[in-house]
């Protein structure tokens, strides 16, 4: 039975005095934490960033545990130098570990424990120290918006000018502070804008609005040891009640020396916002819809269907990987489908009547309607389709992923919120890679999550790149990707276990739903928004350039209804009367309502530009037939009209998909071969006003 969790706690890591493993610079580390499950086994739990050059890292990337005061929870800390991009550990430089359960931290002084890292081929003390800071999280679903500029900052580099960047440090409960955020490096000004960032308000202060804040301002230096220009201390309170505000960068030393001393430069809050978060429940509570979109691999690395050997070999006694894999996800994906009818395909298989090959092609035959029913639905078409085809190749995944871009960039609005999930099951590393990551860079702006998982035993490393965990995609034309939509899991690392197999796989989709309805300014249905906005006056004395996009003196800020505020003894008051410290709200106006210029319909993407929602993306004249198919015509693929082509997502406009990807005169071959959208210099690439301001939000 599962203990009951007595306190969720987040941990924050530092180390100090790391041994140097590189020759013309410093080690670059980076710490995994691991924890250990029932069965005894150890279990990745997650990975920090990795800090360059630096001997004495302090971790931004934090974790939260559930702590169970009846249960032994066993952790392990593993310190690593990152020599490459790789995911795999073995191939970066193992610099040493630590072991401890989470009832140590918790127990420590001040929920903080430091201990040697051990190696079995080095003596004690050799390696360095790792920290481990425990603070119990006050839970608050709110975020806030940050933007930062900054003023005649010191000259600290002697040929130019300086490198600065912005180091957010909250306190903690014994006083001392831990990092929390790193703004960018801005190279060479002495007066840098900072990009607005977002982060929770747990993160940023534990919920605890006037806790003290750390701001130090850095010149930085590749050899990592970054030069102090300055700092000050404020709180969250301070920061959105006085938008607009300046502070002082104060560097005590050089004060001490100069008696002129006044600063060493000033930073101005330009933006300072509050706001309410939602989760994944509250949009699934209110009607968002989860639709599933299967592909699965036929190319001929699987291996002939008859051999028992073969990755597709239906063994009456054993499921195939590709049925466990299927059975593993569709099982908890279908819950969240009402209507439990699924879009299956296949790809690198030669397939009839004319067995040409086809990349992308209907299970059931029905280019029109690919849907089939339910999970049971799904292995029965993937079993018969075994044996109607002939299995080929290559691997490709671009003309899949376009497939469910369309498909996912006409089903998403306020009234009618649906996202979509496409589970890809490969056997072997895609031979489009660059065609696939152009394909992903177009679908990050769309309600629109991939899968992949990677079955048999092929070095996947070329995959995990697609995973974009540590450094976002940027397509061939240099846009970046601004969500990572991509989960990439390796089948056999936990083929003894289908439960974690589920879990791994489907872990990030929940916050890549809450990313992209946040995105859109799209909130649950059902559910009272919750918010009240309050517009501030302010006054910038040290800036007198005109405000980019995103900068507004006067941009609102969003102060939460019934959000735990304190006094000046840190009690927990009644929010949102005049003893907080909060402005009273004066209007409804959030979240921004969608009309013709609100910036949250998407333009250019597949959304006609013009057209109101319609039901559940019904066209505006004629009543939904059935399914929502229109009045005159065939069925195309739940409700959209036959002559409307998608715009400005890189498709030709003539002879491309319909409605969700499928040829108006296909035949039972499914797509024609060269099936990739082309870019051309009218094709809207790359992306041009998505209703994003410069700051990318």
């Known amino acids: 039975m599962e ?120 003596s004690a003390g050799s390696r360095g120290t790792i920290t481990i800071q425990a603070e119990e999280v006050a839970e608050l679903n709110y975020s806030c918006n940050l933007q930062f500029f900054g003023r005649n900052l010191d000259k600290k ?57 750390l701001i130090e301002c850095f010149d930085w230096n590749k050899s990592g040891s970054h030069d102090f220009i300055g700092s000050f201390t404020t709180s969250l309170r301070d920061l959105t009640e006085n938008e607009g505000a300046q502070y002082e960068l104060i560097n005590k030393k050089k004060k001490a020396k100069k008696k002129k001393y006044e600063n060493s430069g000033v930073i101005v809050v330009r933006t300072a916002v509050l706001i309410k978060e939602y989760s994944f429940l509250d949009y699934l509570v209110g009607g968002c819809e989860m639709n599933l979109i299967v592909a699965i691999d036929f190319t001929a690395s699987n291996g002939n269907p008859q051999n028992s050997n073969s990755l597709h070999y239906n063994n009456p006694h054993q499921p195939n990987e ?20 699924f879009p299956v395909y296949g790809f690198g298989a ?69 996202y979509t999930i496409l589970l890809i099951i490969t056997d072997g590393v895609i031979t489009d890679m660059d065609a696939t990551i152009d394909a992903i860079v177009r679908a990050n702006d769309l309600p629109l999550s991939i899968v992949i998982v990677g079955v048999g035993n092929e070095n996947f490393d070329r995959m995990e790149f697609l995973d974009a965990d540590d450094e976002p995609l940027r397509s061939s034309w240099g846009e970046v990707a601004k969500r990572d939509i991509v989960q990439f899991v390796p089948f056999r690392k936990f083929s ?17 739903l809450v990313s992209y309805m946040k995105s859109r300014g799209i909130v649950p249905n059902e559910v009272e928004v919750g918010i009240e906005i309050q517009t501030v006056s302010t006054t910038y ?5 005109p405000m980019p996009a995103g900068g507004n003196p006067n941009q609102p800020v969003v102060q939460p209804d019934n959000i735990p505020q304190h006094n000046t003894n840190n009690q927990y008051v009644p929010g949102g009367n005049a003893n907080t410290g909060f402005p009273q709200p004066t209007d409804n106006n959030y979240p921004p309502q969608h009309g013709s210029n609100d910036a949250y319909l998407p333009q250019g993407i597949g959304y006609p530009q013009h057209v109101e929602p319609q039901g559940r993306g019904y066209p505006q004249h004629g009543e939904p037939q059935g399914r929502g198919y229109p009045q005159h015509g065939e069925p195309q693929g739940r409700g959209y009209p036959q002559h409307v082509e998608p715009q400005g997502r890189g498709y030709p406009q003539h002879g491309e998909p319909q409605g969700r990807g499928y040829p108006q005169n296909a035949t039972t071959q499914g797509y024609p071969q060269q099936g990739v959208p082309q870019h051309s210099s009218n094709d809207g690439y790359p992306p041009q006003g998505r209703g994003y301001n410069q700051y990318g939000t």
């Not at 007066?191 to 982060?199: H, K, Y």
């Not at 590709?322 to 009818?341: F, H, K, P, Q």
Request: aromatic share 10%.
């Open 541 to 545: 004395t040290t800036h007198t350039e």
């Open 157 to 213: 580099d002697f040929f130019g000018k300086s490198d600065p960047f912005l180091v957010i440090s909250r306190s903690t409960e014994s006083g001392k502070f831990i990092v929390v955020h790193k703004t960018e490096v801005i190279k060479k000004t002495l007066d840098p804008d900072w990009r607005l960032f977002n982060t929770t308000v747990q993160k940023l202060c534990n919920g605890d609005l006037v806790r003290p804040l």
């Open 496 to 512: 003894g276990n289908m439960q974690r197999l589920a879990a791994e796989t489907l872990q990030e989709i929940p916050d890549q």
């Open 350 to 418: 030669k397939i009839p009547p004319n067995y040409q090959v086809s990349h992308c092609f209907p299970l059931n035959n029905n280019p029109q309607y690919p849907e089939v029913e339910g999970l049971q639905g799904i292995l029965n078409a993937y079993l018969q389709t075994l044996n109607s085809v002939t299995l080929y190749g290559p691997t490709l995944f671009a003309e899949i992923v376009n497939l469910a871009a369309e498909f996912a960039g006409q089903h998403n609005d306020q009234e009618n919120q649906e």
């Open 3 to 122: 203990g009951h969790t007595t306190s969720k706690v987040e941990l924050n890591i530092s180390c100090n005095d790391l041994v140097n493993l590189d020759i013309l610079s410093k080690s670059d580390p980076m710490v995994v934490v691991y924890e250990k499950g029932s069965d005894n086994r150890w279990t990745e739990y997650g990975r920090t960033e990795m800090i360059k050059d630096d001997l004495n890292p302090k971790f931004v990337k934090s974790f939260m545990f559930d702590y169970h005061f009846e249960e032994i929870q066993d952790l392990r800390f593993e310190v690593y130098d990152i020599d490459s991009k790789s995911s795999d550990l073995s191939k970066h430089s193992y610099i040493g570990e630590m072991n401890c359960r989470l009832s140590d931290i918790l127990v420590s002084r001040s929920k903080t424990m430091t201990k040697s890292l051990f190696h079995p081929n080095h």
């Open 322 to 341: 590709y049925v466990r894999a299927i059975t593993s996800v569709g099982e908890i994906l279908c819950n969240y489908d009402s209507d439990l009818l």
